[in-house]
C-alpha cells in the first residue's frame, strides 16, 4: 500500500494533478511496471481538453510507456494505447483487433504511463528493441506504430505528403525515405523550424500546407488535426491517390467539391492499431534505423509538455521522465 506520484486527470478541460495514489496491483495476466519514461501525444491532450470520451475518471493518461517489469528488472517492456480487446467479436476475428467493439485503450479506459507504476496485459506488452534509451524507445509506441500503419496504407506511393511535422511525421519520414519514398513535408506556413527540422530528416520540400504543392503527389497523411488540411491534401494527390487521416480526433471538414475526389482517389482514416503492427513496426525501426528527437520533461510537468504540444513548440516527441536515471 506504498504510495506512487501520477499526474492524475480528474476532469476534462481541468490540468492534471499530481497525487500519490496506491500503488497498483497487477491482476491475473498483468504485468505490474516500473515506469521509466512515457511518451505525450496529442491524444492525451484531447482526452484532456475533453475532445474524446473518456468513460471513467479520474484517470492517469499516458500511452507510451517504457518500463521494466517488477520483480525482473532486466525485462524491459512497451505498453502502447490498445490496452485489452476481447477476441471475440467479429474484428477481432478477421485480424482486425483495432476496432474491436469491446476495446479498452492505455490512458482512457485503463490508467496509463504517467505515473511511477502501472499495470498491464502482458500479451499487449511489447520487447522493446535493444539500441533504444528508454526516452527515445517511448515515441516508438504510439507515434512510431500509428504512423507505421498510416503509412502502410498509402501502399506504394512513391511521392508521399505529410501534413503536420510532429512525433508520428518525424519518424514517417525516416522510414519511408528508406523506403526510397520522396517525401513532402507540410507544416503551418511560417513554422520554418519545423520546415528545417524535416529537411533534415530526408524530405526533399517542405513548406505551407495550404499552399500549393510543389508536384503532385501519390499519396499524403494528414497527422495535424484541421480538418481544413483534407481538401488541401486532396487537392494535392494525383488521380489514383491516397489521403490517410491518421489523428483519433479533428476539427470538422469544410465542404469541398466532388472534382478533388474524382479519379478514384481514396480518402481514409487509421484508427489504433493491432499488436502485429507493434511487432511490425518494432522490428523495422531498428534496422531502418529510426532515430527519434525528443524533448524531455519531469513527471510534474506533464501539463507544460501538453501546452507545448498545443503550442506547436515540440521539435519531434515530448516524453515525461519518469525514473530519474532514464533521462
Ligand atoms: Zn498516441
Ligand atoms: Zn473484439
Request: aromatic share 6%; hydrophobic share 50%; charged share 20%.
Amino acid at each position: 500500500m506504498v504510495a506512487m506520484r501520477a499526474m492524475v486527470l480528474d476532469a476534462p478541460g481541468r490540468p492534471l494533478r499530481l497525487q500519490e495514489l496506491d500503488d497498483p496491483v497487477a491482476g491475473a495476466g498483468q504485468l505490474l511496471l516500473r515506469v521509466r519514461a512515457c511518451g505525450v501525444c496529442r491524444t492525451d491532450l484531447h482526452i484532456v481538453d475533453g475532445e474524446l470520451d473518456v468513460p471513467r475518471l479520474p484517470v492517469v493518461p499516458g500511452h507510451q510507456i517504457v518500463a521494466t517489469v517488477a520483480g525482473d528488472e532486466a525485462r524491459r517492456v512497451g505498453v502502447p494505447w490498445l490496452g485489452w480487446t476481447c477476441g471475440a467479436c467479429r474484428f477481432c476475428r478477421s485480424g482486425r483487433e483495432n476496432l474491436c467493439d469491446r476495446a479498452r485503450f492505455t490512458g482512457r479506459d485503463l490508467d496509463g504511463g504517467f505515473a511511477e507504476l502501472a499495470v498491464a496485459d502482458a500479451r499487449f506488452c511489447f520487447p522493446i528493441p535493444a539500441g533504444y534509451p528508454d526516452l527515445q524507445a517511448a515515441p516508438l509506441l504510439c507515434a512510431g506504430l500509428i504512423g507505421h500503419r498510416a503509412l502502410t496504407m498509402t501502399g506504394d506511393a512513391a511521392r508521399v505528403g505529410l501534413y503536420g511535422f510532429g512525433a508520428a511525421a518525424h519518424i514517417v519520414c525516416q522510414v519511408a525515405r528508406w523506403q526510397g519514398r520522396r517525401v513532402f513535408a507540410f507544416t503551418r506556413a511560417q513554422d520554418a523550424a519545423a520546415q528545417a527540422f524535416a529537411r533534415e530528416l530526408g524530405a526533399e520540400w517542405a513548406g505551407d500546407a495550404l499552399g500549393p504543392a510543389p508536384e503532385e503527389l501519390d499519396a499524403a497523411i494528414v497527422f495535424a488535426p484541421v480538418g481544413a488540411l483534407v481538401p488541401a491534401a486532396l487537392r494535392a494527390v494525383a488521380k489514383g491517390g491516397t489521403v490517410v487521416l491518421a489523428g483519433i480526433h479533428m476539427s470538422d471538414i469544410p465542404s469541398f467539391p466532388y472534382e478533388l475526389i474524382w479519379g478514384e482517389r481514396t480518402l481514409r482514416s487509421v484508427a489504433n492499431l493491432t499488436r502485429r503492427d507493434g511487432a511490425e513496426f518494432l522490428a523495422l525501426a531498428p534496422r531502418v534505423p529510426v532515430r527519434t528527437a525528443v524533448a524531455p520533461y519531469a513527471l510534474e510537468d506533464a501539463n507544460a509538455a501538453l501546452e507545448d504540444l498545443r503550442a506547436g513548440r515540440v521539435r519531434g516527441a515530448a516524453v515525461l521522465v519518469v525514473a530519474p536515471d532514464a533521462a
